[in-house]
T-cell receptor, first 110, second 117 residues
């Protein structure tokens, strides 16, 4: 079971780039890395998913080094509305193997 | 718009009462999940269902029950045996069967907040 470790909290200011790193040392060959965003009193929302190298969409970029033991979610030019909890998940095995840890609480300040 | 609908948004339970939380999806997903989230914590898996008429216990199934009679619906009953039911409950779905489920993005509803009267 691939366990993930990410910082408990981060602070940033509007307009800055934010990078949140997640470590997953036991990632399996077939596992993808998925990031979710959760606002208070809402369900998590899928942001981005990747397997290796770099993935970019309209919201974020995901950087995955060759050894795949970590990944970095990059949010360009954050705004106040990016204040949320961000979860890193590594898919592994069965339906009951997904673990949403406490995530990273990102606070964006004016 | 495709998505997951949870109802009600807020629910109150009296002592000794069973309550049922509704979850409906129109994404044509095979797999559905129920999670519990306590303040400041991550999500913990209560039950999951890979396909109609089948469901499995997650990490914290005691005091809860589910049914999956239709592909679109996965209601959760919080029974009187659940002594600490106050939490935020989230339902999710994913494409499901035949693939590595951990690699499939989950789609979540907006949750039901359950409190004790």
């Amino acid at each position: 079971l691939a366990k993930t470790t990410q910082p408990i909290s981060m602070d940033s200011y509007e307009g800055q780039e934010v990078n949140i790193t997640c470590s997953h040392n036991n990632i399996a060959t077939n596992d993808y890395i998925t990031w979710y965003q959760q606002f208070p009193s809402q369900g998590p929302r899928f942001i981005i998913q990747g397997y290796k190298t770099k993935v970019t969409n309209e919201v974020a970029s995901l950087f995955i080094p060759a050894d795949r033991k970590s990944s970095t979610l990059s949010l360009p030019r954050v705004s106040l509305s990016d204040t949320a909890v961000y979860y890193c998940l590594v898919g592994s095995g069965g339906y009951n193997k997904l673990i949403f840890g406490a995530g990273t609480r990102l606070a964006v300040h004016p | 718009d495709g998505g997951i609908t949870q109802s009600p948004k807020y629910l109150f339970r009296k002592e000794g009462q069973n309550v049922t939380l509704s979850c409906e999806q129109n994404l044509n997903h095979d797999a559905m999940y129920w999670y519990r989230q306590d303040p400041g914590q991550g999500l913990r898996l209560i039950y999951y269902s890979q396909i109609v008429n089948d469901f499995q216990k997650g990490d914290i199934a005691e005091g809860y029950s589910v049914s999956r009679e239709k592909k679109e619906s996965f209601p959760l009953t919080v029974t009187s045996a659940q002594k600490n039911p106050t939490a935020f409950y989230l339902c999710a779905s994913s494409r499901g069967t035949g693939e590595r489920p951990g690699n499939q993005p989950q789609h979540f509803g907006d949750g039901t907040r359950l409190s004790i009267l």
